[in-house]
Nanobody, 127 residues
Framework: QVQLAESGGGLVQAGGSLRLSCAASGRTFSSYALGWFRQAPGKAREFVSAISWSGGSTYYADSVKGRFTISRDNAKNAVYLQMSSLKPEDTAVYYC????????????????????WGQGTQVTVSS
């Protein structure tokens, strides 16, 4: 089991940038694909981005492609989401998550693939 804790959220103007961090505990952190999801008020949780356990593959929702970048640092047990050109519609609680299966690279990712979740960090983008 991997324990996850997000940080870095806040209030930013449209067009600005934020970098979210997710610190993980657990010796097997490097074995799992990691993902970022978000949930806006009244909406379902949606996939934002994921990175394979090796770091060799990254995945993005169409709505953030070209604006967000996911990365991981296994030495620091951390995963990051660099968000640029932020829009008001990016406003949501952002969650990081770890895949349910170690050493497994999926063709794509959804909420049902992740078994460990952080508590979330609020991102608010003002217009």
């Amino acid at each position: 089991q991997v324990q996850l804790a997000e940080s870095g959220g806040g209030l930013v103007q449209a067009g600005g940038s934020l970098r979210l961090s997710c610190a993980a505990s657990g010796r097997t952190f490097s074995s799992y694909a990691l993902g970022w999801f978000r949930q806006a008020p009244g909406k379902a949780r949606e996939f934002v981005s994921a990175i394979s356990w090796s770091g060799g593959s990254t995945y993005y929702a169409d709505s953030v492609k070209g604006r967000f970048t996911i990365s991981r640092d296994n030495a620091k047990n951390a995963v990051y989401l660099q968000m640029s050109s932020l829009k008001p519609e990016d406003t949501a609680v952002y969650y990081c998550a770890a895949d349910s299966l170690p050493y497994y690279t999926r063709p794509n990712y959804g909420t049902h693939d992740f078994g460990s979740w952080g508590q979330g960090t609020q991102v608010t983008v003002s217009s």
